[in-house]
């Protein structure tokens, strides 16, 4: 049974980058051609991913003082390399720094249950895609490895992947790799609309993006489906709006505490508050505050 509403959409598709869209397709457990196919054009192997299998995504802390987490989504393949996939539609200042800390947790697992014997190791390939930018440089795919300053790679075993889809701007008719297949769909696919003059790329045809595409059609969602998927967009709204408020607050917190840093150390050094306003290029009231509020209690 189909939705008649949906026809009435502006688009018939769902957000890849939505928690639904990442779930329906990377994570379809029922189906794994897309994932393996997309696996193997993020890690650029000409190797095909023949048999994937999903492993739990959250884990518990190795010991007392370090810290639990969850995956968006962690698999192993035939050959035992190792994938944590991880989908950021919002900001996230330090999504590298989180990357790290999952890549290295499941390197010290590996560790730990080969008794500390290093010569047993499998890759594991640390992939984020994500929105919005974060890094400065104009490329849309990065892959890092740990290397030494003559470029030589040192460790192959811990691989970051990072795909900033705002960054990719490849005409149509210069697409050829899975690679751009993938990142052009992810991105553009919740844009597009049936309307005469829309341009449908040819290799929306092809089986794997096929099953993805198939996956986020509202069409061939039922009346229950569709009104269960606009809620959980009222919902996800409303956090991406309440995570947005918690960065702006932290970044304005950090920034005030760098000022009342900065403040008190040149007032240490008997710099003027009129040359402290200017140097930091604040208020001199807020100085004159900023002193008389941190002075040492008698």
Known sequence: MKNEDTNKLETPFIDFTSDYGFKATFGNE???RFLRRALQALIKSDIPIEKIEFIKT???ALNLGSRSGVYDLACIDEAKNQFIVEMQANDYPH?????KFYALHKFN????KGKYIFDDLTPIYCIGILSNSIYTSHEYYSYGQLKSETGEVMDNLLTYITVELDKFHKPLNKITTDLEKLIFTMKNLQTYTEQPTTEVPAFWTEEWLQIAIEELDTRRFTAEEYEQHVITIVKNASVIQQDRIKILKA????REDNEIKA???FHGIAVSNENIAKALDIPIQKVVEIIENNRPKI
Do not use: A, L, N, Y
């Not at 697992?109 to 730990?112: D, F, G, R, T, Y």
């Not at 970044?251 to 950090?254: F, G, P, S």
């Open 30 to 32: 029922s189906d794994t």
């Open 58 to 60: 959250d884990f518990q």
């Open 95 to 99: 999504f590298i720094q989180r990357m």
């Open 109 to 112: 697992i590996m560790v730990k």
């Open 251 to 254: 970044r304005k917190e950090e």
């Open 263 to 265: 403040v008190i150390g």
